[in-house]
């Protein structure tokens, strides 16, 4: 089956780094749009940042553009999010998830979901 594990979540102060792992097993790597969603306590799951198949599109949200790099390795079969310059309200649940078509940062155009992994920022 598939799966997707995410590492590297933890927690930081403000102005810290975090580099999030997510490892693909089940499918064919290449075959999928890769993304990075977050979900803080009582809000809705929102888009962060997705790669294209062939690595060579980058999309991400305004609230994190020049601070966050998704980077994927297909030697590895997975896919990064470097997170500098955090800020208290980048606080939330981050989730790796697969996807094979649709628009990149919309939830229901993923197919597969990592378990999340806990970020948190401190002031």
């Known amino acids: 089956q598939v799966q997707l594990v995410e590492s590297g979540g ?3 102060q403000a102005g810290g ?3 999030l792992s997510c490892a693909a097993s089940g499918l064919t790597f290449s ?3 890769m ?3 977050r979900q803080a306590p009582g809000k809705e799951r929102e888009f ?3 790669i294209s198949r062939s690595a060579g599109t980058t999309y991400y949200a305004d609230s994190v553009k020049g601070r966050f ?3 994927r390795d297909y030697a590895k079969n997975t896919v990064y999010l470097q997170m500098n310059s955090l800020k208290p309200e980048d606080t939330a649940v981050y989730y790796c998830a697969a996807g094979s078509s649709g628009v990149v940062d919309l939830v229901g155009e993923y197919d597969y979901w ?3 992994t806990q970020v948190t920022v401190s002031s």
Do not use: E
Request: aromatic content about 14%; hydrophobic content about 45%; charged content about 15%.
């Open 35 to 37: 993304g990075w969603f």
């Open 69 to 71: 790099t998704i980077s």
């Open 48 to 50: 962060v940042a997705a």
């Open 17 to 19: 780094s975090l580099r």
């Open 10 to 12: 933890g927690l930081v």
């Open 31 to 33: 075959r999928y749009r």
């Open 114 to 116: 990592g378990q999340g």
